[in-house]
């Protein structure tokens, strides 16, 4: 069974871009949630989307937003891209929704110039 | 808000044990879990423990909840230089669906 798959793994854009990340979850799983991952802040939740509903969000500005879609890929976009976006944002699938129990992508490594 | 606190960093020797430490403060904190994470990659799932349960052993990896203490530890059993990585340690938000909240990692190296 093929994991959670990211696309691109890297990513070089200026200052003021704007970007956008895929993710496939794995086949069947129909939760799927958003991660930044920077030296300075760690692990932060950036949203959560099942049956392409936006189910919960993190603390991030309005500059960052996502969509699934019905056979459940999910996109997140960053718009007018700050230095401080440069991250690792990682994907991750999940499930059963009892237990949470999510299934990491290798992450897309962006970096704001 | 939910806060997990996990040490920085453990060194350990080829052969012996290792135990990563972690603290949270939602006690309705349902589902714990342990990721590992090695240079360039995502996120591995090594373990869960459901907050009905005091312990979890698979294989050379065992899982202690101290729930009232808000403690969890991960052992790792003949830790090998494969090991060495970050681990975190994560715990789902209360009513929060599939919200994990993460503690900083901990780095554990292993040398010979």
């Known amino acids: 069974k093929a994991g959670v798959t990211q696309t691109p793994r890297y990513l070089i854009k200026t200052r003021g871009q704007q970007v956008t990340l895929s993710c496939s979850p794995i086949s069947g799983h129909r939760s799927v949630s958003w991660y930044q991952q920077t030296p300075g802040q760690g692990l932060q939740f950036l949203f959560e989307y099942f049956s392409e509903t936006q189910r919960n969000k993190g603390n991030f500005p309005g500059r960052f937003s996502g969509r699934q879609f019905s056979n459940s890929r999910s996109e997140m976009n960053v718009s007018t891209l700050e230095l401080g976006d440069s991250a690792l944002y990682l994907c991750?699938?999940?499930?059963?929704?009892?237990?949470?129990?999510?299934?990491f992508g290798a992450g897309t490594r962006l970096s704001v110039l | 808000g939910e806060d997990v606190e996990q040490s920085l960093f453990l060194s350990v020797r080829e052969g012996d044990s290792s135990v990563i430490n972690c603290t949270y403060t939602?006690?309705?904190?349902?589902?714990l879990y342990w990721y590992k994470q090695e240079p360039g990659a995502g996120l591995q799932l090594l373990t869960y423990i459901f907050s009905n349960m005091d312990m979890k052993q698979d294989q050379r990896l065992t899982v202690l909840l101290n729930k009232k203490d808000k403690h969890l530890s991960l052992r790792i059993a003949d830790t090998q230089t494969g090991d060495s990585a970050i681990y975190f340690c994560a715990v789902v938000v209360s009513g929060g669906y599939n919200k994990l909240i993460f503690g900083a990692g901990t780095r554990l190296a292993v040398h010979p």
């Open positions: 991750a699938s999940s499930l059963d929704t009892r237990t949470g129990i999510q299934y």
């Open positions: 939602d006690s309705s904190s349902t589902y």
